[in-house]
């Protein structure tokens, strides 16, 4: 069974599908990385929360960043973020943004603790 929440003809900001949940890219606001970084991954956390699932349990990351010369300050804050012992599988490379003020993206996939790949609780 695949379950969508927040879904639009466009996307869904949750899919989950036997006990892993994807995210759709997030985004944050501020002036500069290091805010727009900070404030999409509360964004990402509150997703995965929503999702029954956490950081700690996510499976892979990738960000996008408008200007590699922003990765060692987006670095500072995931590096803050990130729990100890739980770094997810990682790409981080540059893309044109959505936005012209957009800085950083994140895209998270997580499993959902509790359930099995392919039980009825995913």
Not at 32 to 58: F, I, N, P, Y
Not at 70 to 78: H, K, P, Y
Request: charged share 20%.
């Amino acid at each position: 069974m695949i379950e969508r929440h927040h879904t639009t003809a466009r996307m869904s900001r949750i899919v989950k599908h036997h006990g892993t949940v994807y995210l759709c890219g997030q985004v944050g606001a501020g002036p500069d990385v290091a805010a727009q970084t900070k404030d999409c991954l509360a964004r990402v956390e509150a997703l995965l929360e929503e999702a029954g699932s956490s950081k700690s349990h996510m499976l892979q990351a990738i960000i996008w960043l408008a200007h590699m010369s922003d990765f060692d300050a987006m670095n500072e804050v995931w590096d803050a973020w990130v729990p100890e012992g739980h770094a997810p599988a990682r790409a981080c490379g540059e893309a044109r943004l959505a936005g012209s003020d957009l800085l950083v993206e994140v895209i998270v996939t997580a499993a959902i603790p509790g359930t099995e790949a392919g039980g009825a609780g995913a």
